[in-house]
């Protein structure tokens, strides 16, 4: 299992190049099940879910090419013909962002049968919801031996039925696997109380570049105007703002200065704000952010919050960039209920963090010394990346995989900048085998 090997003290200095958002490309390739000509998508970012996902379509029977070039990062899919709608348990355990699968294979198959993704490190993550709102598109629905198994009625032609709905919490794939579902419903559909997330915005241009008839993406209220059938289209997924927002405080915490290049800094609004509260300073263009860590940095309180709210993804990150910060900070995590395993690993390097419920105290100002620790989901491994650019000595990451879900090639990138950072199998190879008893 490969570990990371990190040595602090370098200020991080120079240009980083962002990926393509790993949240807007998931959805975009579960939109291509919704024709059977092929989607294009380009700037999709070389990471593990991408990979899932590419299995989870081409099990299902789609054609599926992905390649990463220094000229291209690009997948085609064409979903000629889907000859199983299924996602099964073995996949959807390990991404549970499979099941934005749901909508596209009943709206075009009129049956899906995909597994419940169960929970996850940092919560429930219960897709309730998606399947209330499939109801509500004329689906009709059963749970058993942990799978959803959705069907169209054939007294209604076999065809989902647009309507209105009104999600009862703002969930980002609900809204995402709904629109898809809506865009081949009969009639029009309304939802209410939608994510806003970049994201659902983005799905939104690929859904409309196939042919779908979308308005409101981004905002609360999306209208969808039925059709009976998609086309092909080749669409560009837009920058990870996640990532972005990561080596922003990566640049602010080493003390660097460092250009975060091809990001959408509209998307980051949020972030840039609560960091400027720490004393962060940046420099923002149209599609880059220079971050200078010259200034020391002083405690803020952050609530996570639905977009453009301050993005539950960068919580941990901003935990991390906490524990050197002047005085307390009290981070407020809304969205999940068991998103703060990162902070157990930052106080085994030396941070003072108490966690009261869903409230984590932050005392900062303490120094950080290396250790062993170990990544437990995609952003808590982000975080302890960043505690470990900061720390006295040489933290070794155990668990990366969960990085590699999220993050393109993070130790080049690092590295890149000069951090001092690399990869390792087993460092503690596992002892050979005793030689059998003879
Ligand atoms: C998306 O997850 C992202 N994943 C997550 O990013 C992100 O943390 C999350 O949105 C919040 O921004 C992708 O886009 C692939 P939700 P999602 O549905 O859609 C509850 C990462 O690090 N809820 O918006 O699964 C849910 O339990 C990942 O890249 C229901 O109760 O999140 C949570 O409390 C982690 N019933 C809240 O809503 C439902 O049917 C928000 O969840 C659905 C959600």
Known sequence: ????????????????????????????????????????????????????????????????????????????????????????????????????????????????????????????????????????????????????????????????????????????????????????????????????????????????????????????????????????????????????????VAGALTGGDLNVAGCNPAHLTAILQKLAETGVKTAVKADSVRVMGDQPLKAADLNTEEYPGFPTDMQAQYMALATQAAGTSIITENIFENRFMHAQELVRMGADIKIEGRRAIVRGGTALSAAAVLASDLRASASLVLAALVADGETIIDRVYHLDRGYEHIEEKLKAVGAEIRRVGDIFPKRAAAPART
Do not use: W
């Open 1 to 248: 299992m490969d570990k990371l090997v990190i040595r602090g003290g370098n200020a991080l200095l120079g240009t980083v190049r962002i990926s393509g958002a790993k949240n807007a490309a998931l959805p975009c390739m579960a939109a291509a099940l919704l024709t059977d000509e092929p989607v294009i998508l380009e700037n999709i970012p070389q990471v593990r879910d991408i990979e899932t996902t590419r299995k989870l379509l081409a099990a299902m029977g789609a054609e599926v090419e992905l390649g990463y070039g220094r000229a291209h990062h690009r997948t085609t899919i064409c979903a000629r013909t889907l000859a199983s709608p299924e996602a099964s348990y073995e996949l959807v355990k390990t991404m549970r962002a499979s099941t934005l699968v749901l909508g596209p294979l009943v709206a075009r198959c009129g049956r899906a049968h995909v597994s419940l993704p169960g929970g996850c490190a940092i919560g429930a993550r219960p897709i309730d919801l998606h399947i209330k709102g499939l109801e509500r598109l004329g689906a009709m629905i059963t749970q058993e031996h942990g799978y959803v198994e959705a069907i169209t009625d054939p007294l209604k032609g076999d065809r989902l039925q647009g309507a209105e709905i009104v999600f009862d919490k703002i969930t980002v794939t609900g809204t995402e696997d709904l629109l898809m579902a809506a865009t081949l419903a009969e009639g029009e559909t309304v939802m209410q109380n939608c994510a806003r997330e970049p994201e659902v915005a983005d799905l939104a241009a690929l859904l409309n570049a196939m042919g779908a008839k979308i308005q409101g993406a981004g905002t609360s209220t999306i209208h969808v105007k039925g059709v009976s059938r998609l086309h092909g289209a080749r669409h560009r997924i837009i920058p990870d703002r996640i990532e972005a927002g990561t080596f922003i």
